[in-house]
């Protein structure tokens, strides 16, 4: 959703929000495209990690996510590591 003049919650003018209780993101109005795409694309991440349960306001949580998602992928794709333990 588009809207001027963006303040996120603590009334700082920003250039996005992601609303989690609302399940909506808001994007400032008035940016360049550059800027529209890096802000939703950072305001998507922010509601991802809200569904999956992360709390991105905890950057070690986000770091031992993306290092359990690598390690949990590179066991199934790479079947050479399945080698190396059994």
Known sequence: MMKENLRDFDDTPCL???SNAK???YL???MTKSEFLETLLHEYL???FY???IDDANPNEVLE???INSVAK???VNSSFWKKIF
Request: proline content about 0%; aromatic content about 4%; some cysteine.
């Open 16 to 18: 996005g929000i992601c």
């Open 65 to 67: 996510h993306f290092l």
């Open 51 to 53: 569904e999956a349960g």
């Open 74 to 76: 590179d066991m199934v």
């Open 46 to 48: 922010h509601a991802c």
């Open 28 to 30: 400032e109005r008035n």
């Open 23 to 25: 399940k909506i993101i």
